[in-house]
């Protein structure tokens, strides 16, 4: 399958920018200018990831952000990041980082550099640990 790289960055860097809207497949595939499955698969084909799961992961690791740059209620991060309830986020979170977002924030909030923006958390990205 032909990728045109270009496209794709332009594609990530957008969602990057869109990260704290309601991201749904059907959203993002419009704005490509693709059907919601042949970006899918054009996707995967890619990155070698769903792009719900990518969309999923960078949400959650901006929210490491808020989670540790402040006192933010986990309700109010589920929220801002498009989370549909705080049990979700904390489900969705404790999978991915194996601990709830109030015991990671404990942990992590004085023991890490300061965090401006999603592109200093790619160490906690699953993507950018497969790299490495």
């Known amino acids: 399958m032909d990728i045109n790289v270009a496209f794709m960055q332009q594609l990530m860097l957008w969602i990057e920018d869109n990260i704290e809207q309601k ?10 200018g693709y059907s919601q499955w042949h970006l899918q698969r054009l996707f995967r084909s890619y990155t070698g ?8 992961e960078r949400k959650l690791t901006a929210s490491v952000i808020a989670l540790l740059n402040g006192n933010m209620p986990l309700m109010d991060i589920a ?7 705080q049990q979700t986020y904390c489900r969705t979170f404790r999978r991915m980082y194996h601990l709830p ?25 699953p993507l950018s640990r497969q790299a490495a």
Do not use: M, N
């Open 49 to 56: 990831i769903a792009l719900g799961t990518y969309i999923r």
């Open 23 to 32: 991201l749904i497949l059907e959203t993002v595939a419009r704005r490509a």
């Open 79 to 85: 929220i801002k990041y498009g989370f549909d309830s």
């Open 101 to 125: 977002p109030g015991a990671f924030r404990r942990k992590f909030q004085h023991s890490l550099p300061e965090i401006d923006g999603p592109a200093s958390l790619l160490f906690l990205h």
